[in-house]
Every structure is written in C-alpha cells, then in structure tokens.
C-alpha cells in the first residue's frame, strides 16, 4: 500500500470490508462530513482484506452492505466505517485534543483549599503520572467527566455549577435542544410567540465554554446567554 493512502474498515455481521482512501481528505470528511467524494476514495473497489488483495464478492457486498455496486459500496463504508489513522495524523489529533483538554481543565477547575486554578502544565504533569488517554475522535467534553475523576486520585480539583439565562432565535431553536438535551439541564422552558426558545440552564463549568461555542456556531451568534448570579 502506498505511503500515501490509507484504509477505512467497515464491520458488519463478522464481515469485513476495506476501501483505499487519501489519509488527509478522509480525516476531514470524517470530522467535517465535507469533501469531494471522488477526490477522498482512492479507487472503486472494496475489499474484505486489503492487505492480502482480496476483493470482496458481489454476492458479500449485496448481503451486507445492500448494493453489489463497487461505487456505491465505497460510499457505505466511507460514510460508516472506522478510518485507520496515520501514525502522523494520530499523533498530531491526540496532541490538539490534548491541549484543548488540558485548556479546558485549567479554565475551569480550582484547587478548593486555595481557590486558585491549577496552571497546564501542572495538568499534564498530573495526566502524565495517571496515563490518563486522550481520544482523538471524542469530543472534549465527552471525555472531561472521566479524566478529571482520574485527576482528582492526584490533584485536589472542585468545580461549580453555572446557571443560564438563553435565549436562541426559533430558525435555529430545534438544533439547539439537541445539544441542550445533551449537555444540561433545563428548567423554565418556553415558547414565545414568534418561536423564540428561551430557558434556564444548568451547566458545570467545565463544559460551559463548549456548549456556549457549540450553540453560537449553530446560531450564527445570534443566541443570547447571561449568567445567574
């Protein structure tokens, strides 16, 4: 296999299938869900070992994946399969993932004795000495909850809750809850007239940034938010 491609696995029903595809237009298709398809697939084949060159049979493709069309199965497993990462790529998506994390923790989290935020560096040390793992493909706050209860076993580390008044536009207000739904809880909802959402949250502070970044990308910056002092 070229240094330059790489593969996304498919597994289904004990059966796998393989396609070749460029390393750097998969991961952003991946993250992203953008990208010329034609320019992210190496070739119209699918195979169940890539390695060995075995191709997978019409017969296999139309039980498992519904289609005996190459084209068409390249378009299944791209969109549902595990992307094999680049050692490079990896490496460079555990470091940002880390740093945001790490970012994340220190914005957010004090030591209760002297109420001061533990510096970074201080977190990654504590990170180093736990080997606690960061997983490229989880989003920050998904993997916030879990680290910091392998970094309180080091560091003394307490954070608040933080109220919030919101309010999103009714255009944008049913993407929203989605995430609300989510992320925290809610209390006072309400439908206004003109199909604006406006309701009070609870969110610890830890993942506050997040969420507030999360709804004005999906706003456009229009949603309004004040905290409850």
């Known amino acids: 296999m070229s240094n330059k491609l790489t593969i996304i696995r498919y597994s289904i029903n004990d059966q796998n299938f393989e396609i070749f595809v460029n390393p750097d237009r998969a991961l952003e ?24 060159g075995l191709r997978a049979s019409d017969e296999k493709m139309k039980k498992h994946l519904g289609t005996s069309d190459s084209t068409e199965g390249t378009k299944i497993i791209l969109e549902k399969g595990t992307l094999q990462l680049t050692t490079e790529q990896r490496k460079k998506m ?53 680290i910091v209860e392998e970094l309180r076993k080091i560091l003394p580390m307490s954070s608040e ?18 995430v609300l739904k989510n992320s925290c809880d809610r209390k006072g909802e309400k439908w206004e007239g003109d199909g604006t959402y406006t309701a009070q949250i609870e969110i610890s502070a830890a993942t506050k940034t997040n969420l507030l970044e999360k709804l004005n990308s999906i706003t456009k910056g229009s949603i309004e938010a004040s905290e409850v002092k």
């Not at 298709?29 to 060995?52: R, W």
């Not at 790490?102 to 002297?114: A, G, L, M």
């Not at 809750?161 to 989605?178: E, M, S, V």
């Open 161 to 178: 809750t933080t109220t919030l008044d919101i309010k999103i536009p009714a255009q944008f207000a049913p993407q929203c809850i989605g």
């Open 94 to 146: 555990i470091l940002e993932k880390k740093r945001r994390v790490v970012q994340i923790i220190s914005n957010s989290f004090v030591d209760p004795k002297t109420h001061i935020p533990h510096p970074p560096i201080r977190i990654e040390q504590a990170m180093q000495q736990s080997r606690v793992s960061v997983d490229p493909y989880k989003d920050e706050e998904e993997q916030i909850t879990k």
């Open 29 to 52: 298709y991946k993250l992203k869900k953008t990208g010329e398809i034609s320019k992210i697939i190496a070739m119209d084949e699918v195979f169940t070992d890539s390695a060995k």
